[in-house]
Every structure is written in C-alpha cells, then in structure tokens.
C-alpha cells in the first residue's frame, strides 16, 4: 500500500466534470505495483468512470481484501471512504457497510485468489443478496504476492514460470455469478480502456451486484526453481539480513479489437490469451443462451469481454430487506431504539 501523495497542481485547462472536478480530484497515492502491472491501468479506467460519472469523492466507499488487488483502492479517490480487509472478507463488509448506508457508491476491489480461493463463500453470498455495488476482480491466474503459484482461476494445461502444468480446472466467475443469479456480468481485459471504462460506469449505475471479471496480467514475479534471486537459493548460499526482489519494468499490453473479433494477446511470459469480444447482435438478456455461448468458448481457449449478462428487474438488498434510505448514523436514537415494550415483545418470541 502506498502512503506516498501525489502533486495536487493540475493543469488550468483539465476538462471538468459536472461537479466542476478534474480527473486529477479522484486520483490517489502513487502505485507501488510492478511497472507495467495490468492493475494499474484497471486503477485509471476507475478514475475516469467516477470522474465521467461526476461521482462525489466523499459518495465513494472502497473495499478489498488481501492480494496485489488490495493495494488498488489507495491508488484512486484520496478523498472518499476505504477500508481494507481481512483475506477474503471483503464482501461481508461491503454487505454491512451497504445495509446501514446505501447512499454511498461502493466499489469492492478483489483478485481472483481473494475471491475464488479463500473468499469464495463470501463472494456467492454477496450476489445471491443482490449487494448494490460494483465488484471488480483483477483476474491474473497467479498469487502474485507469494510469487505466482496458480490460482483459481488458472486454466487447464496453463504453465507457469518455472514450468509446472496446471491440471485442475479453473473456476469462472462470470458463469458462477450466472448460475446464482447474478444481475450485472461483465469482463474485460485491463489494456483495453475503450471497452472497460463503459463496463464500469455501467456497473457503478447498476442497482444491484455488478461483477466485472477483468482480466489483468502479472508482468513478473521473481521466486521459481532456478532463480538465484529465490528464497530458497538465498537460504542455501547466502547469509542475508533483508530480501529484495527486483523487478524489470515491463511494457503494458493494451488490445485494440472490433466487436465480434477474437484477438490473440501475447503475455510478459510469452504465452498466450485469445480475447473474444461480444458482437452487436449477442443478448445480454439470455441467461441460459449465455451460459451456453459462455461455456462454448471457454472450451475452445477464448475468454469472452464485454457485457455478458444484466437484470434490472431483481430487488437488490435493501428492497428485500426493507431497509432505510436514510444512513443508520444521520437517525435519531429515538428512531434506532425501538423501546423497552418493544424489546420485550421480541424476547417473548425466544422463551
């Protein structure tokens, strides 16, 4: 996590939204990600939704978890609400922060092992309660941070650095939020802002659970078999006091493809994605067509973008639950406290 402020001088002439701020208003500390990481550029497709959007910073609240993905929020909207989780927890708390204010905009930031790993529990229950908010997942396939062991989200036959083979499938998101009822699925890819930043605001505007799959390349991680930067090397020959990695930068991939196309994209490690984007005549209404299209191209190694599937018409959380518009903290203790009478009655249930 970064603590590190950016400059707060902006140029005179930066375009201004309706609430008359610069996108520079909803920046945040300086990134301590690997050069060229895929997160990075997920951060400023964030910051020109909300911008474009003319979201108050102070109307924001931002949650993660634990990962490379959780260092997101402190890279965008200084100013607004943020709170940092356990492992996998993310979503809980996003669910109680929504329930006692739903005037805010949340935006959950999530990996793919912070979701479908340890917090997979979290994550079903988040959108079978409909939560109003945008969850995105920064999907690389790896546990960057304890250097990129495959994840869940890791597809069959997929090697890593060192070379090992995955062989257990992986767990989409997408079609897991399909087959629990999800109202709002999307992916995207993080080099591809002209697709993503439209996702986003979509999502941000969603009255309920918004999922965005977004598929974000780790650049490097320095720990395999064979490397004298490893712990295990160092452990064996050297008598260290501090271990550091280094990391080289590394170009950021972006991707330029029309609807309907499939483009193959060449990663840092030199394999290799095929991105498939949704064309004009695919319905976003269809969820037993869409699981179907999904799963057809998933077979045949694409990874599908764009908006795959959206429900206006399910209540979200606070309509089920019938909770107050009104922030549980602007109410009066007289409106909190139903009184002794009260009480008692529902004590009365449980004898």
Aim: proline content about 6%.
């Amino acid at each position: 996590m970064s603590y590190i402020s950016k400059p707060k001088i902006s140029h005179p002439r930066l375009p201004k939204n309706e609430l008359g701020l610069t996108a520079r208003d909803y920046e945040g500390g300086m990134s301590t990600l690997c050069a060229g990481c895929g997160h990075d550029s997920i951060t400023g497709a964030i910051v020109q939704a909300v911008f474009e959007l003319s979201i108050p910073p102070h109307g924001l609240a931002k949650l993660s978890g634990i990962g490379c993905s959780s260092k997101t929020p402190a890279y965008f909207a200084s100013e607004s609400h943020g709170f940092n989780s356990v492992h996998g927890r993310m979503p809980s708390v996003a669910t109680g922060a929504n329930a006692v204010n739903g005037q805010l905009k949340y935006i959950g930031v999530s990996g793919d092992g912070d979701t479908l790993s340890i917090g997979v529990g979290q994550f079903i229950h988040a959108v079978r309660r409909n939560v109003n908010m945008l969850y995105i997942i920064e999907n690389n396939g790896v546990y960057g941070l304890t250097k990129g062991q495959f994840s869940a989200s890791a597809d069959i036959g997929s090697k890593a650095k060192k070379g090992e083979e995955n062989l257990q499938p992986p767990i989409d998101a997408c079609l897991s939020a399909l087959t629990l009822g999800g109202t709002f699925i999307a992916r995207s890819f993080s080099g591809d802002r002209d697709q993503l930043v439209p996702i986003l605001k979509a999502g941000l505007i969603h009255n309920g659970f918004a999922l965005v799959d977004i598929i974000s390349p780790c650049v490097t991680f320095n720990d395999h078999e064979g490397s004298t930067k490893s712990y295990e090397f160092t452990r064996q020959h050297y008598h260290p006091v501090i271990h550091a990695d280094f990391v080289p930068p590394s170009e950021e991939i972006k991707a330029k493809y029309e609807e309907g196309e499939a483009m193959p994209v060449k990663l840092h490690d030199g394999t290799q994605i095929v991105l498939r984007k949704v064309g004009k005549g695919y319905d976003p209404t269809d969820r037993g067509a869409i699981f179907h299209y999904l799963d057809e191209h998933q077979k045949a190694g694409e990874i599908v973008t764009g908006l795959l599937y959206v429900d206006e018409a399910p209540p979200d959380l606070h309509a089920v639950n019938n909770l107050s518009s009104t922030p549980l903290a602007s109410l009066s203790n007289d409106q909190l406290c139903p009184g002794n009478a009260a009480l008692q009655k529902l004590q009365a249930r449980f004898r």
